[in-house]
């Protein structure tokens, strides 16, 4: 009896002796090793990305590093998820006078405001800068080429806007604008036509004609200016840019004084309505001269004078939001 205790001892020692010093064998039941995570625990967690961040919706107002005022509008889709796939529509506001402060900012403002439910349906950013006559003197419809470039100074705020809106789409933009702002975005639409998804010009006082023996900005002849790139008239026939014109738009626009020795008058017709009209008939006659299949169209808003009236802001969110070939 003695003999057999003692034998139970010896078999139980060197089963803990076992236990203690025995390799260790993947055990089901056991922690789960660091080799072996499930997707769903905290150390994976943390290695995912980070959800983006939200950003303020509606309506803000910024500044440039220079001071210069410009409005975006944030639809609430792309509020809650900044890393969505968008687009930018540019809002360009036409002469507000020399004293334009304020009351220059006011219009801009109240432009892009006209387009809040296209930016909402189609989840898109607006951006409506201000131009003021301290900064681009007085010649942002022209692009101030020998200054603060107006068309320059845009690409550099929609690239601003890429650092938040990680997908913005920076190399297809959309523009409209009115009176001052169409002539702006048809010279923009010149000097960067591969930028262009589609353009709105309406309204204009007078247009670049597409005549490389006058000089710029009448026509296409950049001999004056240094370091500017040449203008592709072929390229420029080729972006999607639709002319807007009311019907009863017949006042002639501001003409500045030293353009005066070309008589515009005999050149593109002496009211907005028909220069909008010779304007795009002379574009789609160069197209055909030299084989292109011109994208350039003219909407005739019936009963509108010199005015963004319901009827024309409709028009242009037609032509913004129907797909192209």
């Known amino acids: 009896m003695a003999l057999a205790k003692k034998l139970l001892l010896v078999v139980l020692l060197a089963a803990s002796l076992y236990f203690v010093f025995a390799p260790k064998k993947n055990n089901p039941l056991s922690s789960p090793s660091t080799t072996n995570v499930p997707s769903n625990t905290k150390e994976d967690h943390r290695r995912a990305p980070p959800p983006p961040k939200k950003v303020k919706k509606g309506i803000q107002k910024k500044r440039y590093k220079d001071g210069q005022v410009y409005y975006i509008y944030v639809p609430p889709k792309l509020a809650k998820n ?133 000089n710029y900005p009448l026509g296409t002849n950049l001999k004056k200016f240094t370091a500017v790139d040449y203008i592709d008239l072929h390229l420029l026939a080729k972006t999607n840019i639709q002319v807007l014109i009311g019907e009863h738009d017949t006042q002639q626009g501001a003409f500045r004084t030293e353009y005066k020795d070309i008589n515009i008058n005999t050149m593109q017709g002496n009211s907005r309505f028909l220069r909008a009209q010779k304007w795009v008939n002379a574009m789609n006659r160069y197209a055909l001269q030299n084989g292109i299949d011109s994208k350039i169209t003219l909407t005739v808003i019936p009963d509108t004078e010199h005015q963004t009236s319901n009827e024309l802001i409709d028009a242009a969110y037609d032509f913004l939001s129907t797909p192209y070939e």
């Open 82 to 214: 900044p890393d969505l796939n968008t687009q930018v529509l540019a809002i360009i506001h036409g002469y507000t006078g020399q004293t334009n402060g304020k009351k220059g900012q006011s219009i801009a403002l109240k432009n892009m405001k006209r387009f809040i439910d296209y930016a909402n349906d189609y989840n898109t950013l607006l951006i409506a800068p201000h131009f003021s006559e301290k900064t681009f003197d007085n010649d942002y419809q022209r692009l101030n080429l020998d200054g603060t470039r107006a068309d320059l100074r845009l690409l550099d705020l929609v690239q601003v806007l890429k650092g938040t809106f990680h997908h913005l789409d920076t190399n297809q933009l959309s523009l409209f604008g009115f009176s001052g702002g169409g002539q702006f975005v048809h010279r923009f639409c010149a000097f960067h036509p591969l930028r262009i998804h589609k353009a709105v010009v309406s309204g204009s006082g007078w247009y670049m004609w597409p005549d490389p023996t006058i």
